[in-house]
């Protein structure tokens, strides 16, 4: 099975614009969850979807959105970007719930 | 919600050594603890985990306890090599989002 894709991989963007960061889960995984990581900082969870719908949200303004589709991809977007957006976006899947989650590679972004 | 504590924040071992991470959890629902492994510029890799009905479980060097009553579980690496160098997450869910520890970042001296 192919793993869990992300795209773009790498991203620059100004301050002030808004970005779409897409993700593919593995083939049949249900659930994708989002995390922002920045140097030295753990996993800071943003949100979880499955079938469609977001389940939970973490501590993030509301500037940070997402959404699912039928296909289980999922899209996260940033709106009116700040330099402190600026981080690898890991997005990962499961099977279905509290199940074995997956990475993707990230997408790198920079906002200058 | 969960609260997820990662302890050392750094470790630094002589290669063959063993090595010793440990993560306290709170939420007594939570019955999934996985162990990612994230090397420099790569993703989080699933390592090890272990649900809440295993005391133990073993794969080569690798191996994880959990101990439900005090809410611990804690990663075991046994014969260290310089390739076990990384950061090290753990992590907690009752089934639904993930808890994340800080990460251990492990070096390992040839």
């Known amino acids: 099975k192919a793993g869990v894709t992300q795209t773009p991989r790498y991203l620059i963007k100004t301050r002030g614009q808004q970005v779409t960061l897409s993700c593919s889960p593995i083939?049949?995984?249900?659930?994708v969850s989002w995390y922002q990581q920045t140097p030295g900082q753990g996993l800071q969870f943003l949100f979880e979807y499955f079938s469609e719908t977001q389940r939970n949200k973490g501590n993030f303004p509301g500037r940070f959105s997402g959404r699912q589709f039928s296909n289980s991809r999922s899209e996260m977007n940033v709106s009116t970007l700040e330099l402190g957006d600026s981080a690898l976006y890991l997005c990962?899947?499961?099977?279905?719930?509290?199940?074995?989650?997956?990475f993707g590679p990230g997408t790198r972004l920079t906002v200058l | 919600g969960e609260n997820v504590e990662q302890h050392p924040s750094t470790l630094s071992v002589q290669e063959g050594d063993s090595a010793v991470i440990k993560c306290t959890y709170s939420d007594s629902a939570s019955n999934y603890f996985p162990w990612y492994k994230q090397e420099l510029g790569k993703r989080p890799q699933l390592i090890i985990d272990?649900?809440?009905?295993?005391g133990e479980k073993k794969d080569q060097r690798i191996a994880v306890t959990l101990n439900k009553t005090a809410k611990h579980f804690s990663l075991h690496i046994t014969e260290t090599q310089p390739e076990d160098s990384a950061v090290y997450f753990c992590a907690a869910t009752g089934g639904n989002q993930f808890y994340f520890g800080t990460g251990t970042s492990l070096t390992v001296i040839p």
């Open positions: 083939s049949g995984h249900r659930s």
């Open positions: 272990i649900r809440s009905n295993v």
């Open positions: 990962a899947s499961s099977f279905a719930r509290g199940n074995e989650q997956f």
